[in-house]
């Protein structure tokens, strides 16, 4: 069974299009990230949703936005795009319960191309 | 603030010899520190974590880390290289604030040499 799983796996598209990239965990969990790993594998956080909440949101343009239908899923939306939005984007989940710290479970990539 | 340094981009091992992926790490506070594994075309896949409590921790796959809280490091070990434990591994450490973020490090390529 896919933990957590992203579509599509492959996107290709041209400047100033619109995009969406869906994330969907069935783990159960109450947190999911977005991240971003650019050419050189550098990973950066994007944001993180908790119960529905945005709880963080790094130095990312406005053109992003993330949106959360529910627990299980987190979706990136992405405006107008640009070329150096090119790279992958992982989706992640992760339990929180308390004070005990559970580790992120990644999705498999969605490597986006804009030309 | 909190950052997490790998300082080999690339490591090479022959096969059956033991492997160390460096890691160190800056963070104010006790760290909670993670190690993740990404093989080509996939996600990152869990490894091992330190939270508290022993310095040894053991993981997935026979691997294991030692924190030291002295040389602020948190390396990588493996007594017995395998060829397909090549692929690309990331060091992380996690904001202690409310944020809880992971912040990576720019990873190392670990190539087994049969």
């Known amino acids: 069974d896919t933990a957590v799983s992203q579509t599509p796996k492959y996107l290709v598209t041209q400047m100033g299009n619109d995009k969406s990239i869906k994330c969907e965990q069935n783990l159960g969990h109450d947190t999911m990230y977005w991240y971003k790993q650019d050419s050189k594998k550098f990973l950066k956080i994007m944001f993180s949703?908790?119960?529905?909440?945005?709880?963080i949101n790094e130095t990312v343009p406005n053109r992003f936005s993330p949106k959360s239908p529910d627990k299980a899923h987190l979706n990136l939306h992405i405006n107008s795009l640009e070329l150096g939005d090119s790279a992958v984007y992982f989706c992640?989940?992760?339990?929180?319960?308390?004070?005990?710290?559970?580790?992120?479970?990644f999705g498999p990539g969605t490597r986006l191309t804009v030309t | 603030a909190q950052s997490v340094a790998q300082p080999e981009d690339q490591v090479n091992v022959a096969e059956g010899n033991p492997l160390t992926v460096k890691c160190t790490y800056s963070?104010?506070?006790?760290?909670?520190l993670f190690w993740y594994v990404q093989y080509p075309n996939r996600g990152l896949q869990f490894l091992l974590k330190y939270i508290t409590g022993d310095n040894l921790v053991k993981g997935s796959y026979g691997f294991e880390a030692e924190f030291n809280k002295s040389q602020t490091s948190f390396h990588l070990k493996k007594p017995s290289a395998l060829v397909s434990d090549s692929a690309l591994y990331f060091c992380?450490?996690?904001?202690?604030?409310?944020?809880?973020?992971?912040?990576f490090g720019t990873g190392t390529r670990l190539t087994v040499i049969p």
């Open positions: 992640a989940s992760r339990r929180t319960s308390g004070r005990v710290v559970y580790e992120q479970y």
């Open positions: 963070v104010s506070g006790n760290p909670y």
């Open positions: 992380a450490v996690r904001d202690r604030s409310g944020a809880n973020n992971l912040f």
């Open positions: 949703y908790n119960n529905k909440e945005l709880i």
